[in-house]
């Protein structure tokens, strides 16, 4: 065939399109980021002058010794784990919306959230009298990492039956509908065991499903951010796959793309990213499924290669926003997490669907 | 000359058995494998356009899916630019083929450009990333279409028409020898249908791509194919349907009359002088018709669709004669009376209002 190498020069009146969006919106979600970050730090139980925690933050140490344990014992962590989950949850929805073509799949659907959930109750609730989660805490662990290990374990466990029956059927909207029943058979199970439990274990187990940012510190902060950086390294690299996705299998199969890999490599990505944060942190609802849309309309495009690190932006954002809402700036109050995300999540993704009305057409 | 780019070699598709298939809908179980049709041996050659005719349920869609490597054959081979289909990576086979499916695409962030850009797939490395090469062919491709105008649009603002251009644009810029091409003109206005069909002619000349369509359309498919593959049911024994494949340009299939053989129903026939299938009117009675010219051919298609035979000549007791020139013209009806309506509904009037007089000695019910 003959091509003919114009350029970028317009023939007639339009110009080519640009691929890539504007990059000063990506710069603009990253000062953003940073902003939320340092607000997050000094914004607290405890008042610290904002002088004082830049201080802190660069080395120069602070008047108060307590005030520097409390940046970098408790803030800084909190801060980390708040954009680290963000980002995980975000990514993990925005991949499992394209894979699914479902605006409402996210990585709560796949009952990634309720089977850890149930590794999570089996710990706590079965434990007995003798072993509550308070005894659970002071296993030497120095923190909660049975809870971390059993919520991963049972994340995992759930996905890899999704997994066994994705490599069965090759239908994606069959393989959403068993991930919603694996889920709710979780559930139930968790729901039976409750019934057979002591109320303080039932307490134990709640608190846990409000959500935390906070107590995840030193080493556990280190596993959490080696695990979620390689789920995002392997969600990075489908990017391409998933813009073919964007057609249908079908289309995809015929431009030379492995479905099969590439729903492996998501499955696979989406559990580590959904796993491991919901393990440390709690089933965190809602992120996952509103901020790739809010991602979409802010940046007008599906090229995932853009999406993808935007939604770690906003995923990271809309996190830290709503851990400074939920410790109540100027009281000694703190909300649980979860019901923040919810809170103030749900109201923006409907103002953006009225605004931008794009919800609808971008999945058919 | 030989520039045959897709052959099959006894070629049996259907679906294996006890396989589940998870492919647009199609369910099929059993236990037995379900061949659809065997023993078949087409060609398809560089700069030809076929259109793949046949009944509902006569095959095509299966076809179409074993030729483009999304189905397994049941037996024979596909060999695409020589080399079996099954030897031929799924890279370098989406650099040969590339399809156009019916299935909707709606993702409303997705730009046109985007959408024609995501058929360099095949040819762009891990990152996806364009190169000057890669952006010139999807400009280019996009410019064939005629859609320049639509490149910034989004997908989700095109019209069904607009749509189903840039997916053959998309198609274009994948840069393969064969197009293929799932029922591209079903859900479009007359224009749109000619102007998709031209542009595919187009490809198929100007660009010596051999472009395989799945079309319902008769009249269209008769007017531009270079090649039918016609696709036909036929008895098999145990009460097996099975389809059986001919091919061949596409007036030897009408005076052959395969391709009435395929459609054939009740109530239809079909018209060797149109090239077209009709209802059989189960006519009433019958009415002479004197005149010529094209106010004469629709007067017959008027009298034919209320339900009368026409015969040339005023040999029978009810006729018609068109009389004047166009515009100024009129129509005498003879029914032992004479009446001279104006307009062509007027006459449609008498005639129904007049019914199956007695008069006529046809009357047949």
Redesign the interface.
């Known amino acids: 065939m003959t091509v003919r190498i114009s350029g970028a020069q317009a023939s007639d009146g339009h110009a080519w399109p640009l691929l890539s969006p504007k990059a000063g919106m990506l710069f603009v979600l990253l000062l953003a980021l940073l902003l939320l970050f340092l607000l997050d730090i000094v914004l607290g139980s405890v008042q610290i002058p904002l002088e004082s925690v830049i201080g802190i933050l660069l080395g120069r140490g602070a008047e108060h010794p307590a005030w520097e344990k409390i940046i970098t014992a408790i803030r800084l962590p909190k801060a980390t784990t708040a954009v680290i989950a963000g980002a995980a949850l975000s990514v993990s929805g925005l991949q499992m919306q394209t894979l699914f073509r479902n605006p409402l799949a996210g990585p709560s659907v796949l009952g990634i959230s309720a089977g850890a959930s149930l590794g999570v109750a089996v710990v706590m609730l079965a434990s007995g009298g003798a072993a509550n989660a308070f005894a659970i805490r002071q296993l030497g662990f120095g923190g909660s990492w049975l809870i971390v290990i059993a919520a991963t374990l049972g994340a995992m466990a759930v996905l890899l039956i999704v997994l066994g029956i994705a490599v069965r059927i090759r239908d994606n909207v069959v393989l959403l509908i068993v991930g919603i029943m694996v889920g709710n058979i979780t559930i139930s199970l968790i729901s039976i065991w409750q019934y057979f439990s002591e109320p303080e274990q039932i307490q134990d187990y709640l608190i846990w499903t409000f959500g935390s940012l906070g107590g995840v510190l030193g080493p556990q902060l280190a596993v959490l951010g080696a695990v979620v950086a390689l789920g995002l390294l392997v969600s990075f690299s489908a990017s391409k796959s998933l813009n073919v996705l964007l057609l249908g299998e079908n289309y995809a199969r015929s431009l030379g793309m492995s479905t099969f890999f590439v729903r492996v490599s998501v499955i696979a990505a989406t559990s580590l990213l959904a796993g491991s944060v919901t393990g440390f942190c709690g089933p965190i609802g809602f992120i996952g499924i509103a901020v790739p849309h809010l991602t979409r309309s802010m940046l007008d495009t599906s090229d995932h290669r853009f999406l993808m690190p935007s939604c770690c932006l906003v995923g990271g954002i809309l996190m830290l926003a709503c851990d400074i809402v939920a410790q109540m700036p100027g009281t000694q109050t703190t909300l649980p997490i979860n019901a923040v995300t919810a809170l103030i999540g749900s109201p923006v993704v409907i103002w953006v669907i009225m605004k931008q009305r794009n919800l609808k057409s971008s999945f058919s | 000359m030989n520039n045959s780019i897709l052959q099959t070699r006894d070629l049996a598709i259907g679906y294996p058995a006890g396989k589940r ?4 809908g199609n369910r099929r179980s059993g236990n037995r494998a379900k061949i659809v049709a065997e023993g078949m041996s087409l060609e398809l050659r560089e700069g030809e356009l076929v259109c793949l005719l046949g009944p509902n349920g006569s095959g095509k869609s299966t076809l179409m899916r074993t030729l ?1 490597g ?1 189905q397994k054959p049941l037996g024979g081979e596909v060999l695409l630019s020589g080399t079996r289909l099954d030897r031929l ?7 040969l ?3 156009v ?1 019916t ?9 046109v ?3 024609v ?3 360099r ?2 040819y ?1 490395g ?3 990333n ?1 190169s ?2 890669d ?3 999807v ?2 491709a996009i410019e064939t279409t005629g859609t ?2 639509f ?2 649009r ?1 997908l ?1 603002d095109l019209s069904d028409g607009e749509r189903q251009k840039e997916m053959i644009a998309r198609a274009i810029a ?2 393969t020898p064969v197009i293929m091409l799932d029922e591209p003109t079903a859900h479009l206005d007359l224009p749109n249908r000619l102007e998709i069909v031209r542009l595919l002619k187009m490809l198929a000349r100007e ?1 010596k791509k051999a472009i395989v369509l799945s079309t319902h359309e008769l009249d269209m498919a008769l007017q531009t194919a270079d090649r039918i593959w016609l696709m036909r049911p036929v008895d098999a024994p145990h009460g097996e349907r099975k389809s059986s494949i001919v091919s061949g340009i596409p007036e030897s299939l009408v005076l052959d009359g395969q391709l009435e053989q395929a459609f054939r129903r009740k109530g239809f026939e079909f018209d060797l002088h149109s090239g077209s299938f009709r209802f059989r009117h189960d006519a009433e009675r019958t009415i002479g018709l004197v005149g010529d010219g094209v106010r004469a051919y629709w007067t017959r298609r008027a009298l034919e669709r209320i339900g009368c035979r026409v015969v040339p000549g005023t040999a029978v007791p009810q006729h018609v004669v068109v009389a004047g020139e166009n515009g100024t013209g009129h129509w005498q009806f003879f029914d032992g009376s004479t009446r001279n309506p104006h307009k062509l509904q007027a006459l449609s009037d008498v005639l129904t209002a007049v019914g199956v007089s007695a008069s006529s000695g046809e009357v047949v019910r």
């Open positions: 298939l998870g492919m647009s483009a999304v990576s799924a890279r370098d086979g989406a650099r083929l590339s399809l499916l299935d909707k695409v709606l993702t409303g962030n997705l730009s450009y985007a959408l850009a995501l058929g797939y095949p762009t891990w990152a996806g364009l000057p090469r952006e010139a062919v400009r280019h320049r105008m490149a910034h989004h989700g994948q840069d660009q």
